[in-house]
């Protein structure tokens, strides 16, 4: 088999959070009275670093800081993070990789400390050898710890698929040496995902099939 490690997104891979983001975002907006998203404004605007997202959605940080819209975000999102499932076919995808004999872990933008509640919430914390994400709220980028863990992994560039749901994780996968495939399932629509050059199928179901 190609692949020997399995490295997982979780906003939006395996777990379906994409609609908290709009509500949550929406609140933020509507207290500064900005023009609201729409599930497919979300899928189209939504990028990384955050701090780009929040631009192209009329923030101007020269009048507010950064600080202070992303935190308010964070505040409000933490606030209901145990409101949204595991998509469908997550726990049936996770279960048929480990079938396989291939390791598993998560590289996530996710705080922490966030990210590690929410695995033991759902109970997942024996599929995966490592879970990753950010030490802090603002999610600038998890490339730095995709290179790290590679290294750890001592795999071969193509051993690693890295599945995730938006056009960075694309890119991280291109910057730490894995192979990528994207889901439409989240945080960027079909179109985005495939303009962007990487594979794409359409749903985690698909994914036992493509490695």
């Known amino acids: 088999m190609k692949y020997k490690h399995i490295i997982w997104d979780w906003n939006g891979t395996l777990f379906d959070d994409a609609w908290l983001c709009v509500e949550v975002m929406n609140n933020v907006l509507s207290r ?4 609201l998203l729409t599930r497919d404004r979300y899928m189209e605007t939504f990028d990384f670093p955050v701090k780009d997202y929040y631009r192209k959605l009329g923030f101007n940080f020269k009048s507010e800081p950064f600080e202070i819209s992303g935190t ?12 949204p ?12 990789v480990k079938k396989l004999g291939l390791s598993q872990s998560i590289l996530s933008a996710q705080e922490q400390n966030t ?32 290179l790290k863990w590679m290294k750890e992994l001592h795999f071969g560039p193509h051993e ?14 291109e910057v730490i040496g894995a ?31 493509y490695i």
């Open 179 to 209: 192979d990528s495939l994207l889901i439409p399932s989240g945080h960027h629509s079909k179109a985005k995902l495939t303009s962007s050059g990487a594979k794409v199928v359409d749903s985690l179901s698909q994914v036992i099939e």
């Open 32 to 35: 500064r009275n900005m023009p």
């Open 72 to 83: 308010e975000f964070i505040v409000g999102y933490n606030k209901r993070y145990n409101e």
């Open 160 to 173: 690693v698929l890295f599945i995730g749901d938006t056009v960075h994780d694309y890119e991280v996968a």
């Open 115 to 146: 990210l590690n509640e929410l695995i033991e919430i759902h109970q997942l914390s024996s599929y995966f050898i490592n879970i990753l994400g950010l030490d802090n709220h603002y999610a600038h980028s998890k490339t730095e710890n995709g």
């Open 85 to 96: 499932n595991l998509h469908s076919q997550a726990i049936p995808t996770l279960d048929a």
